[in-house]
Each structure stands twice: as C-alpha cells, then as structure tokens.
C-alpha cells in the first residue's frame, strides 16, 4: 500500500460521521490525485483553475471537484465547467462572473462565501460583520446557491491558533444559519488544513482541506 493510500485511509478513519475530506491538490500530478480518489477520497480541493484542467482528464467525475483558491473572474467560464463547487467566494463581482457562466451553462453553481476571520488585510475573504450582505447580495442571483461558509486560518504553527479564527468563523456561520434566507441552505462549514484539521472539526467544520497529510511535502521548485 503506498505512502498515499495508508495516509487518506488513515485521516477517513478519524474523522467523525457527517465530515468529508478534501483533499488539497495543489502542484499534484494526475497520478497522485487519482491514487488518492481510489483510496476514497471523495472530494478534490484545487488552487488554480489551469491545475485543474490538467488533472480533471484522469479522474473526471469519480470524485467532486471544488475550488479552494482565489478565483479570478475571467476564470469563471472555466471553473463553472470543472467544479461543482467554489468555496472562495468573497465579492458580489466574483458572484456576478459565476452567475453569468452558469447560466450560459444551463447549471446551478454551489458557492461558499470565504470570510477573513482573522480580519488579516493581506488575506482573501469578506469580514465577517460584512458576510450577511454579501450572502442576501449572492442569494438573489437565480443560477447560485450559498451552501455555508469557508476561512483560511493560519497556514501553520501551534493548531490551536487557529482556534479563535474557527470559532469566528462557527459564529458568523450559526447567525446565518438562524436568518434563514431564502435561497441560502446554510449547512457547510469549510475550515481546517493538514496541521489544524482536528481543532477545526472541534469547532464545528465538516468539510477538511488536506494536502500534505495525503500527498506529503510539497517537491521544492
């Protein structure tokens, strides 16, 4: 059994019923995410759309596809053929962009909004004081639907740093979720990467980003 297979097997075992892995794809090759979807991974996380494309001929709809990094707009036309799910929304532009593709698509785009937690001005992600407006702005559009949220947190260190950005993050998710607006099916809560996942399930995630805890260290450039 490989390094791949024992890895993905291993992180299904533990995590709780109710929450689903994706595995975080970034720079992989098409050999190493099919490996890991036979494994049982159900979900695909990718950071760019072109990575994307030259992996999704290998493993195709055997696993779901969802889009993990900063989405420009003039790759919305893309991203609506590959993913069924963006998770990174965090403008009403980048809302438009999706919704103009998918309903030349003749499709429903599933979304998540990303919220900046952390309020860290160099990080993608609306504020959460700002996430209600751009999830009633969102719910409108008619080729869209708001399934949950997403954040970042700290891309390493201590995991429970990153405890107070996923705890914001369950809040502001909760609050929506009390608000019932109408098109928005507030039900998936995106938080947690290979060093942080556990303290992210602890605080409510039920979808997990994991990459290197599958593929291994990324190959230095």
């Known amino acids: 059994m490989s390094a791949i297979t024992t890895n993905v097997k291993a992180i299904l075992a533990e995590l709780p019923p109710g929450v689903e892995l994706v595995a975080a794809a970034k720079t992989r090759t098409a050999v190493e995410v099919l490996e890991a979807v036979e494994a049982g991974v159900p979900i695909i996380g990718e950071n760019y759309v072109q990575e994307a494309a030259a992996v999704f001929p290998a493993v195709g709809r055997r696993a779901r596809w969802h889009f993990i990094g900063h989405l420009q707009t003039n790759k919305a036309g893309k991203a609506v053929e590959i993913f069924d799910l963006v998770e990174t929304v965090d403008s009403l532009g980048l809302g438009r962009a999706l919704e103009t593709r998918a309903a030349a698509a003749g499709r429903t785009m599933e979304v998540l909004i990303e919220v900046n937690s952390g309020r860290e001005p160099q990080k993608a992600g609306v504020l959460p004081d700002d996430a209600e407006d751009l999830v009633r702005s969102l719910a409108a559009l008619p080729h869209l639907r708001v399934l949950g949220l997403m954040t970042m947190g700290p891309f ?13 993050t369950r809040r502001v998710f909760e609050a929506l979720r009390r608000l019932a607006v109408p098109g928005v099916d507030m039900r998936r809560l995106s938080m947690g990467m290979s060093h942080s996942w ?8 039920n979808l997990v980003r994991i990459g290197t805890a599958i593929f291994g260290p990324r190959p230095r450039s």
């Open 156 to 168: 390493a260190g201590d995991p429970e740093e990153s405890r107070p950005y996923f705890r914001e």
């Open 198 to 205: 556990r303290v992210a399930v602890e605080e409510g995630a």
